[in-house]
């Protein structure tokens, strides 16, 4: 078990590092309905639970785009065995940026670009992958 949450911690802090170091900024689908979602709490929401809702999507929102610093942080929660809180960040951090690599994949063939677009930020690809291999490992741990 240990070894699992020592693996697991270890490849979300390089994915966190590579997602960082490639400079993309991937704001994924989870985002955008975030931002789409906080103006309408007050027609389901008043008072001060419309203001607690408003300030917990905000939250999740600045989580979600730093992207791979969560997911660098998800890595080092993990290791400090807590796998369920860093799962979360990595998932807030990175995996809902899966969508954007998929997006980015059919935009480029649409406009018949080829990969060369997508290659181009092959290191947070890879660092987004490593970060989901990684939660997913510590789902196991």
Do not use: C
Not at 30 to 58: C, K, M, R, W
Not at 90 to 112: D, E, N, P, V, W
């Amino acid at each position: 078990m240990g070894i699992r949450i020592y693996a697991a911690g270890t490849l979300a802090i390089i994915g966190g590092l590579l997602m960082v170091g490639s400079g993309y900024n991937s704001r994924g689908f989870l985002y955008q309905a975030l931002g789409y979602a906080e103006p309408h709490v007050s027609d389901f929401l008043n008072g001060a639970a419309a203001s607690v809702a408003v300030i917990a999507i905000t939250i999740i929102e600045v989580l979600i785009a730093l992207g791979g610093l969560t997911v660098l942080i998800g890595g080092l929660i993990i290791l400090a065995r807590h796998t369920t809180g860093g799962r979360v960040l990595i998932y807030l951090g990175g995996g809902a940026g899966f969508l954007g690599l998929l997006i980015s994949f059919g935009y480029s063939m649409y406009k018949l670009q080829g990969l060369d677009p997508v290659l181009a930020y092959l290191p947070y690809w890879v660092g987004l992958t490593m970060a989901i291999v990684g939660r997913k490992v510590a789902k196991g741990a």
